[in-house]
């Protein structure tokens, strides 16, 4: 009776330090594993609105191409990039959006652009927009053949770009930062910050 008794004990034993060992290696893995899904639910949520931003660039660069130097460029541009940020709705997360004279087919706006300082000096003009100027009325931009005193893209009018073939078209930028906040505040920080930009030769006519 004794020996069964003993070797009961040691197989309790046993199982006991079984289940002690497993719940130390759950513990363990319980945090790793929940921070590869809360890694891959959050980056993936930001590559999607990195996507959302590239392709609402796309679209805003397209129309300020095919409007040349029309007097509603900008409105257009913001209209058309108000449209296409449809899965980002929370337009506060659109930090600065610039629509700037591009040297190049690659230039990046200048720094104090990329700041919020709007610029009408040659060749690095731009007006600076957030995301509440997505929602601007028409009205705001006032003037006919040139901008009012108070329109928000009085810095580089359309107006006054150049879309003549003889003479060569300008490139039109639109450059934009968006942030993007953790869901799960898992990470470091607040969140990450996006940047894009988007760049097209205004549509050349020939007079």
């Known amino acids: 009776m004794s020996v069964r008794r003993t070797l009961r004990r040691a197989r309790a034993r046993r199982s ?10 759950l513990v363990l893995i319980v945090p790793i594993f929940a921070m590869i899904v ?14 959302t ?21 900008d409105y257009d541009v913001l209209k058309a990039i108000e449209s ?6 929370d337009t506060a ?19 104090s652009c990329m700041a919020g300082t709007p610029s009408s000096t040659a060749p690095n003009q731009c007006n600076v927009y957030t995301g ?12 006919t ?3 009012g005193s108070s329109a928000p893209d009085r810095f580089w009018c359309p107006t006054s770009r150049q879309n003549e073939q003889a003479l060569g078209a300008d490139y ?36």
């Open 132 to 143: 509440s100027d997505l929602s601007r009325l028409k009205s705001d931009f006032a003037g």
């Open 16 to 25: 006991a330090g079984d289940r002690g060992a497993a719940l130390t290696e």
């Open 53 to 73: 931003v590239s392709n609402a660039l796309r679209s805003g660069a397209r129309v300020g191409s095919n409007m040349g130097d029309d007097r509603y460029a």
């Open 172 to 207: 039109l930028g639109v450059w934009m930062q968006v942030t993007y906040t953790w869901i799960t505040h898992m990470f470091p920080g607040t969140g990450l910050t996006i940047k894009d930009r988007a760049i097209m030769r205004l549509e050349p006519r020939l007079d």
């Open 38 to 51: 809360c890694g891959v639910l959050e980056f993936g949520m930001a590559w999607r609105d990195s996507m």
């Open 84 to 89: 296409a940020m449809r899965e980002i709705p």
């Open 93 to 111: 997360r659109v930090q600065r959006l610039v629509i700037y004279h591009a040297n190049t087919s690659s230039s990046a706006p200048t720094a």
């Open 145 to 147: 053949t040139s901008c």
